[in-house]
């Protein structure tokens, strides 16, 4: 089984630590883990032109590390979104890539509990876990980006989806949080 973790953290703030604990906990449960620190490669706003459904169907036409990301993000078993919590929503580095997952479903529609979204464009989409880091606690933030991370979930076609809020300076214990068994 595969895991990425996209690191969405500030180049001034880094968390290197939750990352470390991430993979750790991820490689006990069984995972081969893969971490991109997004703030280190290079990914280009999307500019909303769909060239990723007409022109390069399942493919971003902006030339940069996106392509290469995206494609490791729909091999991957689960993909773990690591962010700072900003103003309950993810970091512009990790939202910046975010934009860029258009490519990985359809332009058509269908409908999922009542809701309209976009059909899926492969057979296997990878599970997702959320991990949100805050200064300090802030429950109205930590829902917030819990929801956002569940809409992201759906938005992926994830099966299985977890979200967890953990202070920066905490030292989190992740190795009960998504193991194999819990999918």
């Not at 490669?41 to 940069?64: L, R, Y």
């Not at 997952?101 to 959320?130: C, W």
């Not at 956002?148 to 949080?177: E, K």
């Amino acid at each position: 089984m595969r895991a990425l973790i996209l690191n969405g953290e500030h180049p001034a703030r880094p968390l290197t630590h939750i990352q470390a604990a991430l993979s750790a906990a991820l490689r006990e449960a069984g995972y081969q883990v893969e971490s991109i620190t997004l703030h280190q490669t290079s990914i280009k706003h999307c500019v909303g032109c769909w060239g990723c459904w007409v022109k390069t169907p399942g493919e971003c036409v902006i030339q940069d590390d996106n392509p290469a990301i995206a494609d490791r993000v729909i091999n991957s078993d689960l993909v773990v979104l690591l962010s700072p919590v900003t103003f309950g929503g993810y970091s512009a580095e990790l939202k910046r890539f975010l934009d860029h997952m258009i490519p990985l479903i359809m332009p058509y529609f269908t409908r999922i509990n009542g809701e309209v979204h976009h059909k899926t464009r492969y057979e296997h989409y990878p599970d997702l876990l959320g991990v949100g880091v805050l200064d300090a606690p802030h429950p109205a933030q930590a829902a917030l980006i819990d929801e956002l991370i569940a809409r992201n979930a759906l938005n992926m076609h994830a099966t299985h989806t977890d979200s967890v809020v953990v202070t920066s300076d905490a030292q989190p214990q992740f190795h009960t949080l998504f193991t194999p068994e819990a999918t």
